[in-house]
């Protein structure tokens, strides 16, 4: 059976923490068996406590010094031990029930890093014209660059092969 490792980096998630622990833990993704990693970036607003809860059920990693979410993401990478990687945000943007669309993907052979996208999405977004604006000129230059095809180069789903994991850098995310 192949293993993916959903890392979720966190910092001040008090709020829904708990909601996308739950939504991950349901996503039904066929015939994969789900690794979560969680890497608290010393959170101050009582995620912490939260994610101590659940240390028995999940992976969840706690960072001695806030580094930013490059740094949380690449700590979880470090730690995961699945066939593919995928990031899963802790703010609720994203369903963790789309990733079994990405895996088919891979299932399917189509391809070894599959980018999701916020752009085929079945629900209409409103409002943000002016930053959607700029994640469509952004992509279209990496797409010209690269001699891809992306619809959306910032969206938060990247699932990747584990050994691509260490093309991650500490620091930012970009």
Not at 62 to 79: D, E, I, P, R, W
Not at 106 to 123: C, I, P, T
Request: glycine share 8%; with cysteine; proline share 2%.
């Amino acid at each position: 059976m192949k293993k993916i490792s959903i890392v979720i980096p966190c910092f001040n998630e008090a709020r829904t923490i708990k909601e996308i622990l739950n939504r991950v833990d349901r996503a039904d993704l066929s015939d994969w068996q789900k690794e979560i990693i969680v890497v608290d970036d010393c959170s101050t607003d009582g995620t912490r406590e939260i994610l101590k809860k659940y240390k028995n059920k999940i992976k969840v990693v706690f960072q001695k010094k806030n580094g930013g979410k490059g740094t949380a993401v690449k700590t979880g990478l470090s730690h995961a031990t699945g066939d593919y990687c995928i990031i899963q945000d802790a703010d609720l943007e994203y369903d963790p029930s789309e990733i079994k669309g990405l895996l088919k993907a891979v299932d399917e052979q189509k391809a070894s890093v599959v980018y999701g996208s916020r752009n085929l999405h079945h629900e209409k977004r409103k409002g943000f014209w002016l930053p959607r604006s700029g994640v469509w000129l952004i992509t279209k230059m990496v797409n010209i660059l690269y001699k891809q095809s992306l619809t959306d180069v910032w969206t938060c789903y990247k699932l990747f092969p584990k050994e691509a994991s260490g093309d991650f850098t500490n620091g930012g995310f970009e």
